[in-house]
């Protein structure tokens, strides 16, 4: 199915330049399925399209200011998937052979170093708000987290589905209040991004 551009778009770039992470939240609603469709053309991956819509919208977050300027968001966004799936083949080639020639490249460990202490660091406040729910609550998050289905919670716990879905609704709320209150706005994106794919 074709995706449309939203009716009230500029405004909402606009609000997303400004900052607002609602707006942001409205835009990645909309358009992150269109980015995963496009890099699993390229990847074939869904683990690799997965992560490629979260470093898109990472992305856009960080370069929001610019955002008002661009007069059709749906083929800039398709244009910056595309350009950031070529970036990481090169890199990846880049990394074998360096990998081959048995070399070390710092910059490339620096990178890693930070990415694995930005994930340690949402994790951590994820964590926080897992434990701030009541018990039963916190039980049906963290085995639905786990990947298992409401029919099975239902059995593990010996509770309806209709409560595991109640539990599994108030808990997410809560979660994302957590983070909301929690968070210092330059951050927020990017951990709505991460409870978006652990839904």
Do not use: C
């Amino acid at each position: 199915m074709p995706i449309i551009d939203l009716p009230n778009e500029t405004a909402l770039l606009e609000r997303v330049a400004a900052g607002n992470a609602d707006a942001y939240t409205i835009i990645f609603n909309h358009y992150s399925n269109h980015v995963y469709d496009v890099a699993m053309v390229y990847l074939k991956d869904t683990y690799l399209a997965t992560e490629t819509v979260q470093d898109i919208f990472l992305k856009i977050w960080i370069k929001k200011e610019g955002l008002p300027g661009i007069k059709n968001f749906r083929d800039y966004l398709f244009i910056l998937t595309r350009n950031h799936i070529y970036d990481s083949f090169k890199r990846r080639l880049t990394r074998i052979k360096v990998y081959d020639i048995h070399q070390q490249q710092q910059p490339l460990a620096t990178a890693d170093a930070d990415h694995r202490l930005l994930e340690h660091e949402y994790s951590g406040i994820l964590n926080r708000a897992v434990s701030s729910l009541p018990p039963e609550r916190r039980k049906v998050y963290q085995a639905r987290m786990a990947g298992f289905s409401n029919e099975e919670i239902s059995q593990q716990l010996n509770i309806s589905i209709h409560t595991v879905k109640k539990h599994m609704s108030l808990a997410s709320q809560s979660v994302r209040s957590f983070v909301q209150a929690n968070v210092n706005n330059d951050v927020l994106p990017i951990l709505l991004l991460i409870l978006a794919f652990r839904r």
